[in-house]
């Protein structure tokens, strides 16, 4: 794996994630672009026997945190590629924390938490095609990938930190104690 560049995918391994068409774009990139999946689930067999003679995809199971967290911080950039309406995916934000840019899906929250062209790209759910071609856009401009990663953290620090959260917890109390 250090050899060749790589994506990531972490999370569980079911239909609602998007995988098929993770797989079904991974199939257009060139084979020195790595895929690495890490995570487990009910379609884990089915997806490792899709993806057989793919030599550019790699199961690695389960990881530690810490394990996941090396992983995320080499890579390029990480894929939300869901079909299910996601409120809040934490793989979004753990891949802030590692300065690591996201392509996700344009559907359920995801577009609110990444900012296209700030902090990663968003393609359109279920589409292969659109995936890849965001894969390859990304994948070849190294420093709009940095850009991205940099800035991906420094949004994680500023918008999602406990004390911007307890705030607005707190305001949302008054609101609803004023107005009830």
């Given at each position: 794996?250090?050899e060749s560049s790589y994506i990531i995918f972490f999370g569980r391994l079911s239909k609602e994630k998007?995988?098929?068409?993770?797989?079904?774009?991974?199939?257009?990139?060139?084979?020195?672009?790595?895929?690495?999946?890490?995570?487990?689930?009910?379609?884990?067999?089915?997806?490792?026997?899709?993806?057989?003679?793919?030599?550019?995809?790699?199961?690695?199971?389960?990881?530690?945190?810490?394990?996941?967290?090396?992983?995320?911080?080499?890579?390029?950039?990480?894929?939300?590629?869901?079909?299910?309406?996601?409120?809040?995916?934490?793989?979004?934000?753990?891949?802030?924390?590692?300065?690591?840019?996201?392509?996700?899906?344009?559907?359920?929250?995801?577009?609110?938490?990444?900012?296209?062209?700030?902090?990663?790209?968003?393609?359109?759910?279920?589409?292969?095609?659109?995936?890849?071609?965001?894969?390859?856009?990304?994948?070849?401009?190294?420093?709009?990938?940095?850009?991205?990663?940099?800035?991906?953290?420094?949004?994680?620090?500023?918008?999602?930190?406990?004390?911007?959260?307890?705030?607005?917890?707190?305001?949302?109390?008054?609101?609803?104690?004023?107005?009830?």
């Amino acid at each position: 794996m250090e050899e060749s560049s790589y994506i990531i995918f972490f999370g569980r391994l079911s239909k609602e994630k998007g995988l098929y068409t993770l797989l079904s774009a991974m199939k257009k990139m060139p084979v020195d672009l790595r895929l690495i999946i890490a995570g487990d689930g009910p379609l884990r067999n089915k997806l490792e026997c899709l993806s057989e003679g793919m030599d550019n995809v790699c199961f690695v199971g389960s990881k530690s945190w810490q394990e996941l967290s090396a992983l995320i911080m080499g890579a390029e950039f990480s894929i939300v590629p869901s079909i299910w309406y996601e409120n809040f995916p934490n793989t979004i934000m753990e891949s802030y924390a590692c300065e690591c840019p996201v392509i996700g899906s344009r559907i359920g929250g995801i577009p609110e938490m990444i900012r296209e062209g700030e902090t990663g790209l968003l393609f359109t759910a279920g589409d292969s095609s659109d995936l890849a071609e965001k894969i390859s856009y990304l994948h070849t401009n190294i420093k709009s990938r940095t850009a991205m990663g940099i800035q991906a953290r420094k949004i994680l620090a500023e918008d999602y930190s406990v004390k911007k959260h307890y705030h607005a917890l707190i305001g949302l109390y008054e609101r609803i104690s004023t107005n009830g």
